[in-house]
C-alpha cells in the first residue's frame, strides 16, 4: 500500500499543521511509514502553502508526492494548480465555500469546511481539522482514533478539544 496526498490551501489555513497531523497518525499510531513535506510562499498568510503526505507499507525511497491518490484542496488558486496532477481513479476533497471545481473526469467530494467551522464551531481557524475529517472518513487512510491522537499531540496546548470536534464535524459532513 503507498497512498500520496496532497493538502493545498493558502498561509493561515493550517495547510502544514494538517499535513503533520496526516503524517504522524500514520507513522506514530498506525505503524506505516510516512514522510511529509511542505512547501509554501514568503508571506505569512495568503501566499501559497502545500503539505505532501506520502503513507506505505513498505520504505518511501522517494518523499515527494508527484501524483496524488487524494488531493485536499482549501483554495481556488491551489485547486486550480493542482488538481491536473490527480490520475482518473484519484479523489479530489475540496472546500466547497472557497472553491469552485472545474475538472470533471476525477471524483470531487465538497465540504464546506470553512463556513462549518465558523458556523459551528466559531473559529475559522480548524476548517484545516474539518477537511481532514472528511478526508479520513472517505478514504480510511488511517484510524479516527489514530488521528484524534496526532491531532492531541500536534495542536496547541488548549485547542485539542475544538480540533478534534472540527474533525468528528467534517467526518460527519460526508456520512450525511
Known amino acids: 500500500m503507498r497512498k500520496e496526498i496532497r493538502i493545498s490551501g493558502f498561509g ?16 506514530v499510531y ?3 511509514n510516512a514522510v511529509q513535506t511542505q512547501s509554501y510562499g514568503p508571506e505569512a498568510r495568503g501566499g501559497a502553502s502545500r503539505s505532501d503526505v ?3 507499507d513498505e520504505k518511501v525511497m522517494y518523499p515527494y508526492v508527484r501524483r496524488p491518490d487524494f488531493l485536499v484542496t482549501m483554495s481556488q488558486e491551489a485547486y486550480e494548480k493542482y488538481v491536473g496532477s490527480v490520475p482518473e481513479d484519484g479523489l479530489v476533497v475540496y472546500d466547497s465555500t472557497l472553491v469552485e471545481p472545474s475538472r470533471d473526469d476525477v471524483e470531487h467530494v465538497g465540504v464546506p469546511a470553512t463556513e462549518l467551522a465558523e458556523e459551528e464551531l466559531g473559529l475559522r481557524i480548524v476548517a484545516n481539522m474539518v477537511i481532514l475529517g472528511a478526508l479520513r472518513e472517505l478514504t ?9 491522537k ?24 460526508v456520512r450525511e
Not at 496526532?150 to 459532513?173: F, H, I, W, Y
Open 30 to 32: 498506525e505503524g506505516y
Open 140 to 148: 480510511g487512510i488511517v484510524s479516527f482514533d489514530s488521528l484524534r
Open 54 to 56: 506520502i503513507v506505505s
Open 150 to 173: 496526532a491531532v492531541e499531540d500536534s495542536v496547541p496546548p488548549g485547542t485539542e478539544d475544538v480540533n478534534v470536534r472540527a474533525l468528528k464535524l467534517g467526518a460527519r459532513e
Open 12 to 27: 493561515g489555513q493550517g495547510i502544514v499543521l494538517a499535513g503533520v497531523v496526516l503524517g504522524r497518525a500514520a507513522a
